[in-house]
C-alpha cells in the first residue's frame, strides 16, 4: 500500500511507489545525472507477483520498489 507517495510527480522515478523512500535505483542515477553507476542492486533481485500487485496502476513501470520493501515482503513471505 502506498504510504507516503511523493507529492512532485518528477520525483516519482526516484522513489519507491509503495513506501514513498527514495528507492536507490542505480540505472535512474544514472540517468539523471550522467555519470555510469555499477549495476543496480535490483537487477539480481527477486519481485514476487504479490509485492508487484501492490503498486497502483498510476504508478506501475514508473519507478523502482525499493530495496526495503523487498526485504520487508520476502520476509513476510
Known amino acids: 500500500m502506498i ?6 510527480t518528477s520525483d516519482l522515478a526516484t522513489n519507491c511507489p509503495l513506501c514513498g523512500k527514495p528507492n536507490q535505483c ?3 542515477m544514472e540517468r539523471a545525472t550522467g555519470v555510469q553507476q555499477p549495476p543496480c542492486w535490483c537487477t539480481q533481485a527477486t519481485f514476487s507477483a504479490a509485492l508487484l500487485s501492490q503498486i497502483s496502476e498510476a504508478t506501475r513501470n514508473k519507478a523502482c520498489i525499493c530495496a526495503d520493501c ?3 515482503s520476502q520476509r513476510a513471505g
Do not use: F, G
Not at 504510504?3 to 512532485?8: E, G, T
Open 3 to 8: 504510504k507516503n507517495m511523493p507529492s512532485n
Open 26 to 28: 542505480a540505472m535512474e
Open 70 to 72: 523487498v526485504k520487508t
